[in-house]
């Protein structure tokens, strides 16, 4: 076996052995949401893996709305999945479907197992039935409607499509095997009653397919030939195939691997609605969130999402992933791609005494110096500039391992001059007001005839060209690394510092007309997104991740 086939996962090897083996001529794969909720890193392996299978083996993949639930499912969901998905740099083109769209094929489907004597119209409250339902290693009892004529079955089931009964009163079942060590082979529901509209069909239908009857039955209509999912439906495969096979329709093929469990992170659209709607976030897009739409907003880049989901590759069994794997294809992609500039997070003021007061010299500064092509850009140099507080320290424990900025120290503000603290000023409070500095002026960057060595460079932005901003500073959203084995509240795991507003920073006046989406790298700092909150008086930046992993550290 050659390298390449040593590096197909278990998926890639069955449809490789498919194609070969003549099964089907092309593969065609679908990724299948349900619209009740906004999709998160989870759903990203997902559509990378269905979306990419297709791509290298010159199928198709289909998008198809599982919108069987009126109750939760809205519009508003349905846009923000295409938009992710496309973001995500895929493209359905025309094949674009929704579960809805087979409403009339799915009854018709069920009215056939209704005569084949394969289903029957239940009566039983899920309460009661459930007390007959038995246990792995005890067999159920029948339900006392088990038995009614296919007259009556099919006569219950078009009274219950024209709405003749109210929600619970009945449902339709599949006949399986009450004895089955597999609960959901016990009698499990095809169709309930549910007097909503529907985002799509409004009120034409009052039934509704569950999951298990109008996914497998979708991706036969569809001609699916292979259905991946995750592994918590692999004890749903025995229906799917028997529906299948009961109906004598096309054999569409289910898999599962396994799902995309992330350290320090919740993967679960139910706790993540609830934080929403509890106000622990600030919406589905808050960028703490990892749904597609949150990540996005941070700075989490396409490039990233997809290098990370190939990383991670495909697994049998369920595990962990550790975070920094996802922070670390970040980061890598952003450092190739984003431009360098200068921020200060906490300002103090230097004054370079022996400057003049109103002479302005441009310095240029290189945009990234991994990509020529980047450019340079003209930094205003003022006799008054901004270092950052962290800069300066009067009396350092460790003078020798002190690089930047104290009492008679010097060092070179990067692309400018190196300048020597000569003084400061102190507040009532102790700390430090300003700094006086001079600089020498057969240092400037790039024309240095000085001699000089210095170790520390700091960055800088002039006093009288800064722009205010406003940085969101974010960390991860919880505490815990492995949250699904906690036994409390997840809540209580939420990390109160994930959110830190700084509105004192300054930013350089190359970024005064940045524009929403716009990624930077503030340079020793981090990487950095204009969010959709700025305005034409108040940029507001998202701290995409920092530099290094901070939390290895901790």
Same mark, same amino acid.
């Given at each position: 076996?050659?390298?390449? /086939?040593?590096?197909?996962?278990?998926?890639?090897?069955?449809?490789?052995?498919?194609?070969?083996?003549?099964?089907?001529?092309?593969?065609?794969?679908?990724?299948?949401?349900?619209?009740?909720?906004?999709?998160?890193?989870?759903?990203?392996?997902?559509?990378?893996?269905? #979306?990419?299978?297709?791509?290298?083996?010159?199928?198709?993949?289909?998008?198809?709305?599982?919108?069987?639930?009126?109750?939760? +499912?809205?519009?508003?969901?349905?846009?923000?999945?295409?938009?992710?998905?496309?973001?995500?740099?895929?493209?359905?083109?025309?094949?674009?479907?929704?579960?809805?769209?087979?409403? +009339?094929?799915?009854?018709?489907?069920?009215?056939?197992?209704?005569?084949?004597?394969?289903?029957?119209?239940?009566?039983?409250?899920?309460? +009661?039935?459930?007390?007959?339902?038995?246990?792995?290693?005890?067999?159920?009892?029948?339900?006392?409607?088990?038995?009614?004529?296919?007259?009556?079955?099919?006569?219950?089931?078009?009274?219950?499509?024209?709405?003749?009964?109210?929600?619970?009163?009945?449902?339709?079942?599949? /006949?399986?095997?009450?004895?089955?060590?597999?609960?959901?082979?016990?009698?499990?529901?095809?169709?309930?009653?549910?007097?909503?509209?529907?985002?799509?069909?409004?009120?034409?239908?009052?039934?509704?397919?569950?999951?298990?009857?109008?996914?497998?039955?979708?991706?036969?209509?569809?001609?699916?030939?292979?259905?991946?999912?995750?592994?918590?439906?692999?004890?749903?495969?025995?229906?799917?195939?028997?529906?299948?096979?009961?109906? +004598?329709?096309?054999?569409?093929?289910?898999?599962?691997?396994?799902?995309?469990?992330?350290?320090?992170?919740?993967?679960?659209?139910?706790?993540?609605?609830?934080?929403?709607?509890?106000?622990?976030?600030?919406?589905?897009?808050?960028?703490?969130?990892?749904?597609?739409?949150?990540?996005?907003?941070?700075?989490?880049?396409?490039?990233?999402?997809?290098?990370?989901?190939?990383?991670?590759?495909?697994?049998?069994?369920?595990?962990?992933?550790?975070?920094?794997?996802?922070?670390?294809?970040?980061?890598?992609?952003?450092?190739?791609?984003?431009?360098?500039?200068?921020?200060?997070?906490?300002?103090?003021?230097?004054?370079?005494?022996?400057?003049?007061?109103?002479?302005?010299?441009?310095?240029?500064?290189?945009?990234?110096?991994?990509?020529?092509?980047?450019?340079?850009?003209?930094?205003? #140099?003022?006799?008054?500039?901004?270092?950052?507080?962290?800069?300066?320290?009067?009396?350092?424990?460790?003078?020798?391992?002190?690089?930047?900025?104290?009492?008679?120290?010097?060092?070179?503000?990067?692309?400018?001059?190196?300048?020597?603290?000569?003084?400061?000023?102190?507040?009532?409070?102790?700390?430090?007001?300003?700094?006086?500095?001079?600089?020498?002026?057969?240092?400037?960057?790039?024309?240095?005839?000085?001699?000089?060595?210095?170790?520390?460079?700091?960055?800088?932005?002039?006093?009288?060209?800064?722009?205010?901003?406003?940085?969101?500073?974010?960390?991860?959203?919880?505490?815990?690394?492995?949250?699904?084995?906690?036994?409390?509240?997840?809540?209580?795991?939420?990390?109160?510092?994930?959110?830190?507003?700084?509105?004192?920073?300054?930013?350089?006046?190359?970024?005064?007309?940045?524009?929403?989406?716009?990624?930077?790298?503030?340079?020793?700092?981090?990487?950095?997104?204009?969010?959709?909150?700025?305005?034409?008086?108040?940029?507001?930046?998202?701290?995409?991740?920092?530099?290094?992993?901070?939390?290895?550290?901790?």
């Amino acid at each position: 076996m050659d390298e390449a /086939k040593k590096s197909l996962n278990f998926i890639e090897q069955m449809i490789e052995k498919d194609l070969k083996e003549g099964k089907h001529d092309s593969i065609v794969t679908r990724f299948p949401p349900e619209p009740n909720g906004y999709l998160h890193i989870g759903h990203a392996k997902s559509i990378c893996l269905n #979306f990419g299978l297709a791509e290298k083996y010159g199928g198709i993949c289909n998008l198809r709305f599982d919108d069987t639930n009126p109750e939760k +499912e809205e519009t508003e969901y349905v846009d923000s999945i295409k938009s992710n998905i496309k973001w995500l740099g895929y493209d359905w083109e025309d094949r674009e479907y929704y579960a809805s769209d087979y409403f +009339e094929q799915l009854y018709e489907m069920a009215i056939k197992l209704i005569k084949k004597g394969s289903a029957y119209v239940d009566d039983l409250p899920q309460e +009661e039935f459930n007390k007959l339902k038995g246990t792995p290693t005890q067999p159920g009892k029948p339900s006392p409607y088990r038995d009614r004529s296919v007259d009556e079955n099919v006569d219950l089931f078009e009274r219950m499509r024209s709405g003749e009964f109210g929600n619970g009163e009945k449902v339709l079942r599949a /006949k399986i095997d009450l004895s089955s060590p597999n609960m959901h082979m016990r009698d499990p529901i095809l169709y309930r009653i549910k007097q909503l509209p529907h985002h799509r069909t409004g009120y034409q239908w009052c039934i509704y397919p569950t999951y298990d009857f109008a996914h497998g039955q979708s991706d036969s209509i569809e001609n699916v030939t292979h259905s991946l999912c995750t592994l918590e439906f692999e004890v749903h495969r025995p229906l799917y195939e028997w529906l299948i096979k009961e109906l +004598e329709i096309f054999p569409s093929k289910q898999t599962e691997f396994a799902r995309l469990n992330l350290s320090y992170t919740i993967v679960s659209k139910r706790k993540l609605r609830e934080l929403v709607e509890l106000g622990h976030v600030n919406g589905w897009d808050d960028p703490r969130m990892p749904t597609l739409s949150g990540i996005r907003r941070r700075g989490f880049t396409p490039a990233s999402i997809r290098k990370f989901a190939d990383t991670i590759g495909v697994a049998r069994r369920d595990g962990i992933t550790d975070i920094a794997v996802l922070e670390h294809a970040v980061r890598e992609d952003l450092n190739a791609n984003t431009n360098r500039v200068f921020g200060i997070m906490n300002p103090l003021k230097v004054i370079i005494t022996n400057w003049p007061e109103d002479k302005v010299e441009m310095m240029t500064g290189v945009n990234n110096p991994g990509d020529e092509s980047a450019g340079t850009r003209e930094m205003p #140099f003022t006799r008054e500039i901004y270092v950052d507080q962290a800069d300066f320290m009067e009396d350092p424990p460790s003078p020798k391992k002190w690089y930047r900025l104290g009492p008679d120290r010097e060092v070179r503000l990067k692309f400018g001059y190196i300048i020597k603290c000569t003084g400061y000023k102190k507040a009532e409070d102790g700390t430090i007001e300003e700094l006086y500095a001079e600089y020498d002026p057969q240092t400037r960057s790039g024309q240095d005839t000085s001699g000089k060595k210095v170790k520390g460079t700091l960055g800088w932005v002039s006093v009288p060209h800064a722009v205010n901003v406003e940085v969101r500073e974010y960390d991860r959203l919880f505490m815990t690394e492995n949250l699904n084995t906690i036994e409390d509240d997840f809540k209580n795991h939420l990390n109160p510092d994930s959110l830190t507003i700084n509105k004192k920073a300054v930013v350089e006046p190359s970024l005064k007309d940045a524009k929403v989406g716009d990624q930077m790298q503030f340079e020793r700092i981090g990487y950095f997104r204009v969010d959709e909150d700025s305005t034409e008086d108040n940029l507001v930046f998202n701290r995409t991740i920092t530099l290094r992993d901070n939390w290895a550290k901790k």
